[in-house]
């Protein structure tokens, strides 16, 4: 990862002042995918240290970041406020954006890029897999509450930083075009994949067909709710605070609900390469389903409870076609570290959606059995 401007980068925020300190390391740190994070170190005369995430925001993929830091300071202001007045702790419990020595949201730099800083939430884990069923279920019910949260949010306010983001008939389409215009070599290397993925399209509507009748609400939802997106207390091990609010946008509560299942319920990897590795965990998957209920607390409708099994295999099914179509058109959206590694990636997600299939019968008995209590 180039980080040639990033020196401009943090000249442009009053951190060190912030700190009283100065910055006496940077480093890359997480494992998303999608935006560079660093994380700094300020020492202060007394070395104590204080630490900020510094983020170069992918502007290849959110086309206008003006409109992107506009929905994250709005959202974290609001939750703030609520935060607040509910006795919580604002400066753990949401992130909060750092602004620039001239009172913006971002930095842009002398080659383009979009910067933005967030105080470090100390005394915090981030967990890339399950270690424990309560991690999961206390996940859950923190997915539920943001949503329920922000349910009187202005919805209309919210830009949608990318356009059809969880429309699978979209991302459907999209794939049978990285199909016909990716390379030839790859796609005979994924064409058992490729062909799992086809077989498949009579499934992609199903929600968005539930959404255009009006039978599912629409919702402002968090749309990337996956394991590594919130952050737990160290001390007392709670989930504390959830972060990458990139795609904050209207959607469904069940993009939110699958797309925990898809990474959290999965008793391997998101990029393992031992399939056998890979399947749901049903234990995982109605600890999640308990939780998520609690938290959205008597909010979901019948419709949305019945179709929270459709919402996990749709969520990881596109998952995998968008992993598919990105090995087949050159690897330009997700970060990938070795070789077939979004192909990898897109294994792990069909075998997952596979297993679901197998266990759909005991999916819908757990949703039931959940929402009876
Ligand atoms: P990406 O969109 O690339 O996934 P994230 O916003 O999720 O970027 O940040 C990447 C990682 O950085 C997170 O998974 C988490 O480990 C860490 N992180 C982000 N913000 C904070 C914060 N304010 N405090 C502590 N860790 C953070
Ligand atoms: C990306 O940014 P990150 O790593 O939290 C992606 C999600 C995918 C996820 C798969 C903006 O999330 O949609 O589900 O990778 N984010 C974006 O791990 O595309
Ligand atoms: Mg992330």
């Known amino acids: 990862m180039s980080c040639d401007r990033i020196d401009e980068a943090i000249a442009a925020f009053p951190i060190e002042e912030d700190a009283n300190g100065v910055v006496s390391e940077k480093r890359p740190y997480g494992s998303g995918h999608i935006n560079d994070t660093f994380r700094l170190c300020c020492k202060r005369p007394d070395q104590k240290e204080k630490y900020f995430i510094l983020q170069r925001i992918n502007h290849d993929i959110f086309k206008n970041l003006p409109h992107l830091m506009e929905n994250v300071v709005h959202v974290t202001e609001y939750l703030r406020k609520m935060i607040i007045s509910q006795g919580g702790d604002p400066d753990r419990e949401t992130l909060n954006v750092v602004k620039t020595r001239d009172g913006a949201d971002y930095f842009r730099d002398s080659d383009g890029n979009y910067w933005r800083v967030f105080p470090f939430i100390e005394r915090s884990l981030c ?201 087949l058109t050159g690897d330009h959206y997700f970060k990938i570290h070795r070789e077939n590694h979004n192909l990898d990636r897109a294994r792990t997600q069909f075998k997952l959606v596979a297993d679901m299939e197998e266990k759909w019968n005991e999916m819908a008995a757990i949703v039931e059995r959940a929402s009876a209590q």
Do not use: W
């Open 127 to 327: 967990l890339d897999m399950v270690e424990t069923k309560e991690d999961f279920y206390d996940s859950a019910v923190a997915f539920g509450n943001f949503q329920k949260m922000l349910a009187d949010f202005p919805v209309e306010t919210l830009h949608e930083t990318i356009l059809n983001f969880h429309n699978t008939p979209v991302r459907f389409q999209d794939f049978k075009k990285a199909i016909q215009n990716g390379d030839r070599k790859r796609a005979e290397l994924a064409a058992k994949e490729i062909e799992f993925a086809l077989a498949r399209e009579q499934d992609t509507a199903v929600l968005t067909d539930l959404l255009a009748e009006g039978k599912l609400p629409l919702r402002v939802t968090h749309n990337d709710t996956k394991l590594n997106n919130i952050l737990f207390d160290a001390d007392t091990r709670e989930a504390l605070c959830i972060i990458d609010l990139d795609t904050i946008m209207p959607g469904l509560s069940l993009y939110d609900f699958g797309d925990s299942i898809r990474f959290g319920a999965n008793t391997g990897a998101e990029d393992e390469t031992d399939l056998d590795k890979v399947t749901l965990d049903l234990d995982l998957f109605e600890a999640f389903t308990r939780g998520y209920l609690k938290g959205c607390a008597g909010s979901l409708t019948e419709t949305e409870v019945r179709m929270l099994p459709m919402g996990a295999k749709l969520m990881t099914y596109e998952c995998g076609i968008r992993f598919l179509g990105d090995f």
